[in-house]
């Protein structure tokens, strides 16, 4: 198995972990068809939930668009060079929007979460 595909197999494997037993099939076709860098952002977003001590609650998937544009604005502050206007920006957008997709799947929305708190 190439090196690529390897990656991706082990994002997948990984990321449909992350959920409920009864979900998994659901999710391990939707995160099948995602690329490796939009695997790689997803599993981004978990792994900051995970590191960050100022826990809340997002119940919701109005909340959860919000935190996940928060972590999208605390990578950009952190190093990512990532301008709205260009094919770049475009690309963050979607990968938000697969996170967002992801974590309403998965039943996410009714766990606690926590991103980039303090930061505004």
């Known amino acids: 198995m190439p090196a690529a595909a390897a990656k991706k197999s082990t994002l997948v494997r ?8 009864l979900q998994r099939r659901e999710i391990k076709r939707f995160l099948h068809g995602l690329a490796t860098d939009e695997l790689q952002y997803i599993a981004e977003f978990l ?20 935190a996940i ?29 697969l996170l967002l997709e992801y974590l309403c799947r998965s039943g996410t929305t009714q766990f606690t979460l926590s991103v980039g708190a303090g930061q505004g």
């Open 47 to 66: 792994g900051s939930c995970i590191l960050e001590s100022g826990w809340r609650c997002y119940s919701n998937r109005t909340q959860l668009a919000e």
């Open 14 to 21: 990984a990321l449909s972990l992350c959920v409920e037993q």
């Open 69 to 97: 544009k928060q972590f999208d604005r605390s990578r950009r502050e952190s190093g990512c060079r990532c301008s709205a206007g260009s094919l770049r920006g475009q690309d963050q957008e979607h990968k938000m929007i």
